[in-house]
């Protein structure tokens, strides 16, 4: 089976979209940290929209992406044999669409080449660096500051500093580093980790950064499960060229939802593609669609991943045709997260939830459960935390949040095999220990490693409900 590749994108069924520009006349503007399958499906996608272009006039120019991978070279090898091309499959119950995007020029593994990685961040065309490194990639010790430890010198804050190092001796302009995990402020908090980075290394950069660069917020959306090998047998077919051949391969290719979203903070220190031109929001203020995605998406999608398991589930589509689960996303988000979100005039919280259950109910998806349970110390503040110290402060109490922390407990407790979080030993030992309602009290207890945003009153020690756990 040969693989899909420049050469290749000629030969391709006219079913598949490919990029409508010269690839090979762009410059690369943007260097990506953590070049997973979600940037695949999202930014780098949006990118190559907006080099096709969306009116007569043609595309907007000079938007390839340099990814770079910390560690692992599974990407690289993937991605770099293809000539950064890559496949993305929409799947919904309507059926697949396949597109060949173009956005992505190389792919760095900076374990294995870090000079290269801090040159792209220094290269006087790269105008935006960009992030998806997860939660646990802003290396945030307990306190939400910098955990010195962890940003070492396979951090993306080194690569940065010496991009940006380089830069101002070059006299060159400040960057735009624009974060694109689901923390909340995301802009800021990634602007206040930078300013401690540079604080204890190299502080005399500290003015410099503050002068050129900017952090905007931003709110992303699209679920991407992880590629499976019935994904890429799938795609590989859809990209025969001829039956004889069995199709071209395509070892980098993504699968995805249709719906897709980017509410950008409009706070560039640089220029930047004219994303708004194919369907992303640049406005002032990113909060109210940051806030309702954290509590309501993300918020139901983890309750669905740790009460789902516990009920026998596989897929996200298989929890929420669960009738009991159906009813606990809705009041999670409804009676819940909404009433502690201050909306935006052209927001629909109600209907927004009612397309978030569609959405969740895609059936072509095959969206894995234990997926979105890994790191859920990470996530679990900004999903769920916020939210019950809102309605605390308001004297309600959150029974669908506090069932979701039972089975996030029982997760801990081991029932769902090896717990994948970064504190995973303290959090098992802690839920191992007593009942869930003691290990709650341990784990969110003020000495505890999830203390900080709400503490259990004993109410809400007594409503820990395992009802629908059964
Ligand atoms: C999921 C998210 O894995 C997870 O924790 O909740 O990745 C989710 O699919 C995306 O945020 C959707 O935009």
């Given amino acids: 089976m040969s693989r899909l590749s420049p050469a290749t994108l000629a030969s391709l069924p006219a079913t598949v979209a490919r990029p409508l520009y010269d690839r090979d006349a762009q410059k690369v503007g943007i260097v990506h940290f953590g070049i997973g399958a979600f940037h695949r499906a999202h930014q780098a996608w949006y990118c190559?929209?907006?080099?096709?272009?969306?009116?007569?006039?043609?595309?907007?120019?000079?938007?390839?992406?340099?990814?770079?991978?910390?560690?692992?070279?599974?990407?690289?090898?993937?991605?770099?044999?293809?000539?950064?091309?890559?496949?993305?499959a929409e799947r919904s119950a309507e059926g697949t669409a396949l597109r060949v995007v173009g956005?992505?020029?190389?792919?760095?593994?900076?374990?294995?080449?870090?000079?290269?990685?801090?040159?792209?961040?220094?290269?006087?065309?790269?105008?935006?660096?960009?992030?998806?490194?997860?939660?646990?990639?802003?290396?945030?010790?307990?306190?939400?500051?910098?955990?010195?430890a962890l940003a070492h010198s396979?951090?993306?804050?080194?690569?940065?500093?010496?991009?940006?190092?380089?830069?101002?001796?070059?006299?060159?302009?400040?960057?735009?580093?624009?974060?694109?995990?689901?923390?909340?402020?995301?802009?800021?908090?990634?602007?206040?980790?930078?300013?401690?980075?540079?604080?204890?290394?190299?502080?005399?950069?500290?003015?410099?950064?503050?002068?050129?660069?900017?952090?905007?917020s931003t709110m992303i959306d699209r679920i991407v499960p992880a590629t499976t090998d019935e994904d890429r047998a799938m795609v590989a077919e859809g990209l025969g060229v001829a039956e004889d051949l069995g199709g071209l391969a395509d070892e980098?290719?993504?699968?995805?939802?249709?719906?897709?979203?980017?509410?950008?903070?409009?706070?560039?220190?640089?220029?930047?593609?004219?994303?708004?031109?194919v369907g992303a929001e640049l406005v002032s203020d990113v909060a109210p669609y940051e806030t309702a995605k954290l509590r309501m998406l993300n918020g139901a999608h983890s309750m669905l991943a740790y009460c789902g398991l516990a009920r026998g589930h596989t897929y996200v589509h298989e929890a929420i045709g669960d009738p009991e689960l159906h009813d606990l996303a809705l009041r999670l988000m409804g009676r819940e997260a909404a009433p502690t979100i201050a909306a935006a005039p052209n927001q629909n919280l109600a209907a927004y939830a009612e397309a978030l259950i569609a959405r969740f109910a895609n059936p072509s998806l095959n969206h894995r459960l234990i997926q979105i349970a890994m790191d859920g110390s990470q996530k679990i503040p900004q999903r769920w935390l916020e939210t019950l110290a809102a309605n605390a402060k308001a004297g309600k109490s959150c029974p669908a949040i506090l069932t979701a922390i039972a089975a996030w407990i029982r997760h801990l407790q081991g029932h769902n095999g090896t717990v994948d979080d970064p504190m995973a030993a303290r959090l098992s030992a802690l839920a191992r220990k007593a009942d869930t309602a003691q290990a709650t009290l341990a784990i969110f207890a003020d000495d505890g490693p999830m203390a900080g945003t709400w503490v259990p009153t004993q109410d809400d020690i007594a409503g820990l409900s395992e009802v629908v756990l059964a």
């Fill in 252 to 277: 980098a290719c993504v699968v995805t939802e249709p719906f897709s979203q980017w509410v950008i903070e409009d706070k560039f220190a640089t220029p930047r593609p004219q994303w708004e031109a």
């Fill in 48 to 88: 190559d929209a907006a080099m096709n272009g969306a009116s007569e006039q043609g595309g907007d120019r000079d938007w390839m992406i340099t990814g770079v991978s910390l560690r692992s070279p599974g990407v690289a090898r993937q991605m770099n044999p293809q000539g950064g091309l890559y496949t993305l």
């Fill in 103 to 148: 956005s992505v020029r190389n792919v760095l593994v900076a374990s294995e080449e870090p000079e290269a990685v801090i040159a792209a961040v220094a290269a006087p065309d790269t105008r935006i660096v960009s992030l998806t490194v997860t939660e646990k990639g802003y290396c945030r010790s307990e306190s939400g500051d910098l955990d010195f």
């Fill in 154 to 216: 396979l951090s993306f804050y080194y690569f940065v500093t010496q991009g940006l190092l380089r830069r101002r001796k070059a006299g060159l302009p400040g960057i735009t580093l624009l974060p694109c995990d689901n923390l909340a402020d995301n802009g800021a908090k990634l602007h206040a980790l930078m300013r401690q980075y540079l604080d204890r290394h190299e502080p005399d950069l500290l003015a410099w950064f503050e002068d050129t660069c900017a952090c905007p």
